[in-house]
């Protein structure tokens, strides 16, 4: 089946580049130029996957908004920043809205596509044979990578494709300590030590909205991170 990616963007130059670059490598693409125009697209059809620029027209943040009101309409949907702005305060801020990956406009479109693929690579692994690994019980945690689903105490926990991957990496193996690198890998992107952090916090932010004692990750310093055995 055909993948349809939502591609969120005013400047027309730009919207050519990324449409081209995505439909040779056989992707379905959507071309919205402001945050009104791809929020009612997005009400009547979800795209399997969102590309979204940070300056949409005259809204200085409409992407972000964006972001945010499509990740509530789509707890699980793949998003991906493309923006011009790369300070670390606004890749920081696109990740704590539930953004997958966050990238600058000075990326190859070669590196766009391979991202692009990645995040899809891993929505599509619930069409793979059942492995042991794909339900997670330790303590009050449990994960179902074939649904993409998380629960705490059998409380849902929303967690993004990237987080749930990060999450599945420490909970598979409690107590051993993950690098930032090996979580990287098992989430499949390609970010720097501070953007880790930041899915790290998230991570732990949206734990403790539903148990407020929630302590199962644990940084080792220097070294990375570890899920608790106990809890």
Same mark, same amino acid.
């Given at each position: 089946?055909?993948?349809?990616?939502?591609?969120? +963007?005013? +400047? !027309?130059?730009?919207?050519?580049?990324?449409?081209?670059? #995505?439909?040779?490598?056989?992707?379905?693409?959507?071309?919205?130029?402001?945050?009104?125009?791809?929020?009612?697209? %997005? +009400?009547?059809?979800?795209?399997?996957?969102?590309?979204?620029?940070?300056?949409?027209?005259?809204?200085? +943040?409409?992407? %972000?908004?964006?972001?945010?009101?499509?990740?509530?309409?789509? !707890?699980?949907?793949?998003?991906? %920043?493309?923006?011009?702005?790369?300070?670390?305060? @606004?890749?920081?801020?696109? #990740?704590?809205?539930?953004?997958?990956?966050?990238?600058? =406009?000075?990326? $190859?479109?070669?590196?766009?596509?391979?991202?692009?693929?990645?995040?899809?690579?891993?929505? @599509?692994?619930?069409?793979?044979?059942?492995?042991?690994? @794909?339900?997670?019980?330790?303590? =009050?945690?449990?994960?179902?990578? =074939?649904?993409?689903?998380?629960?705490?105490?059998?409380? !849902?926990?929303?967690?993004?494709?990237? &987080?749930?991957?990060?999450?599945? $990496?420490?909970?598979?193996?409690?107590?051993?300590?993950?690098?930032?690198?090996?979580?990287?890998?098992?989430?499949?992107?390609?970010?720097?030590?501070?953007?880790?952090?930041?899915?790290?916090?998230?991570?732990?932010? =949206? %734990?403790?909205?539903?148990?407020?004692?929630? @302590?199962?990750? &644990?940084?080792?310093?220097?070294?990375?991170?570890?899920?608790?055995?106990?809890?």
């Amino acid at each position: 089946m055909v993948k349809k990616v939502a591609l969120v +963007e005013d +400047e !027309p130059s730009l919207q050519v580049n990324y449409r081209e670059a #995505l439909e040779r490598h056989g992707f379905q693409v959507s071309v919205y130029s402001n945050r009104p125009e791809a929020l009612t697209a %997005f +009400e009547n059809q979800l795209p399997d996957l969102a590309i979204i620029d940070v300056g949409l027209g005259d809204e200085v +943040e409409g992407g %972000f908004e964006l972001c945010r009101q499509l990740r509530a309409m789509a !707890p699980v949907l793949p998003i991906v %920043f493309l923006t011009a702005l790369d300070s670390e305060l @606004d890749t920081i801020s696109g #990740l704590r809205l539930g953004a997958d990956d966050y990238l600058t =406009k000075d990326i $190859s479109l070669a590196h766009l596509v391979a991202r692009v693929v990645a995040l899809f690579r891993r929505v @599509d692994a619930h069409n793979q044979p059942d492995l042991p690994e @794909d339900i997670v019980n330790t303590g =009050k945690l449990q994960l179902d990578m =074939k649904r993409m689903a998380a629960t705490w105490a059998n409380i !849902p926990v929303a967690l993004s494709v990237t &987080e749930l991957w990060m999450v599945h $990496s420490l909970a598979l193996h409690p107590g051993h300590v993950k690098t930032r690198q090996q979580l990287m890998d098992a989430a499949s992107v390609v970010l720097d030590d501070a953007t880790v952090t930041s899915h790290v916090k998230r991570i732990r932010r =949206k %734990f403790l909205a539903v148990d407020g004692q929630f @302590d199962q990750i &644990e940084t080792a310093y220097g070294m990375g991170y570890r899920w608790l055995a106990a809890g």
